[in-house]
């Protein structure tokens, strides 16, 4: 069995996906790239999580092909791909429709940075890509990186992170990106508790956004200070 290593952890990852109520039914998926082999594992389509196992993930190339697997991957595997093929640095990608995140990805709405847990995780807004048309299922991956591809980010946030691990499609939902499939389901948990906590402010006032040396200050303890070397 090929990638026995990443095959489980792009499984349990997809296990989180329900656990942590960031999907319903067979919506939403994991995947991970193999930087040895530029192998990518992902999750089969329309398979319900009780029914996934590591041995039920499919392995494709980069070229959309199944290298191993009896199963169709999900229909979201060119996206992935797209971005896999230009973006060396990511080798982890989680989709999802959780339901406070895509409120802002249905309205095009950036989330700002109000919470200083925002400010630890991402060290900027949450940005909405432009509409994405299903058919060619390339233009979501392209609609993808020319957010992640952004140039025009905090000076702060660029020393710590490559690229930029969360964006709201618009009008469908929610895609991470880690350095693993573990690092972009964290970010997947971080945004939708963001985006919840935003939400539920907002039905009792205007909050107050957190200013750019607070943000920096936030961001800079996060990643320089906290938990253990």
Known sequence: MLLKELREEVYKMNMELPKNNLVVLTSGNVSGRDLKTNLVVIKPSGVKYEDLSPEK????????????GNLKPSVDTLSHLVVYRERKDICGIVHTHSPFATSFALLGKPIPVYLTSHADYFGEEIKVSRYASPIPLEDVGKALLEVIN?????????KHSSFTPVVLLKNHGVFTFGKTPSEALKYAVIVEEVAKTYYFALTMGTPESLSTLEVKKWYERFHEVYGQN
């Open 57 to 68: 993930m499919v392995i494709v190339d980069l070229d959309g092909n199944v290298v191993e």
């Open 150 to 158: 952004d140039e025009n980010r905090p000076e702060w946030v660029k």
